[in-house]
């Protein structure tokens, strides 16, 4: 599973929702309706069930957001499947999954990650679990009618994350899922992609990707060249995209084990 990423143009600090689309197609596309603010930190975490636990894991795609409605602070949620082996494609994964959390503010973002029970159980199931805690840089468009609020800067070193997602209009699917192979085999080979991992909310149609780098300059590098440039050009020329919402963030802490890899410790 995977969106088209569009992080070579980004919106000024504390600007969300009303940039035109980086093909500097007016009619605005998926980035012209209003928009709820989400919140200002996120948490995205990443985990493969065990053998043992993957029923425990399909049943969190259907509950969705119901055992997550009395964590404090909580602002948006999605609970989101992957594809095969956390990559990008049309075959579902049957044991990774993601959650996109968004809070009011760093305190109930790090009290969730610190002490949840929500957590606590994903854990407690998980062969693998890593976790990202997030500050939006900028913000295009919007989920589900939701908006994130930038409050922070990007690093001048160290990690950066970008996640995006889009609801892909029906009769552009085909044409999506062409263009978007050879850009995801580039995310794949990009130097200086530490974490890269198809999500989505439905299959086909409603598409996430979220990646981690090295530095804004290996990101930039890869937003702004070759098969992915091609890719987000011919989306907006084509007006692929019903909704899409592009995030940049300052990474606040990373912890965790992902294909192997172990982040933060």
Same mark, same amino acid.
């Given at each position: 599973?995977t ?83 956390g990559?990008?494609g ?14 009011d ?10 002490s ?93 990707t !979220? ?29 692929? !995209? ?8 300052a ?13 933060g410790?």
């Amino acid at each position: 599973m995977t969106t088209i990423e569009a992080h070579g143009t980004t919106a000024p600090l504390a600007r969300v929702g009303a940039d035109r689309p980086p093909s500097g197609d007016a009619r605005g596309g998926p980035f012209n309706a209003p928009l709820q603010l989400a919140g200002t930190v996120a948490v995205m975490l990443l985990v493969e069930y065990t053998p043992m636990a993957r029923a425990w894991g399909w049943a969190r795609l259907v509950l969705q957001r119901r055992p997550l409605r009395h964590v404090a602070g909580l602002r948006f949620a999605k609970v989101l499947g992957s594809g095969h082996e956390g990559g990008f494609g049309l075959r579902p994964s049957g044991s990774r999954q993601g959650l996109f959390l968004v809070f009011d503010d760093e305190t109930t973002a790090r009290q969730f990650v610190d002490s949840s029970p929500v957590l606590a159980r994903y854990r407690a199931h998980a062969k693998e679990c890593c976790v990202a805690l997030l500050r939006a840089t900028s913000s295009k468009g919007s989920w589900s009618g939701a908006a994130m609020v930038p409050t922070a800067s990007l690093p001048t070193d160290g990690p950066v994350a970008a996640l995006t997602r889009a609801s892909i209009r029906p009769r552009h699917l085909r044409s999506f899922w062409r263009l978007s192979r050879a850009s995801e085999a580039a995310l794949a080979a990009s130097p200086g992609c530490e974490l890269a991992v198809g999500l989505g909310e439905a299959p086909l149609l409603r598409q996430c990707t !979220f990646s981690l780098w090295d530095s804004v300059a290996s990101m930039d590098a890869y937003a702004r060249s070759g098969a992915h440039l091609l890719a987000i050009r011919t989306a907006y020329a084509g007006d692929f !995209f019903a909704e899409a919402m592009f995030v940049r963030f300052a990474v606040l802490d990373l912890q965790g084990i992902w294909k192997g890899r172990v982040y933060g410790g």
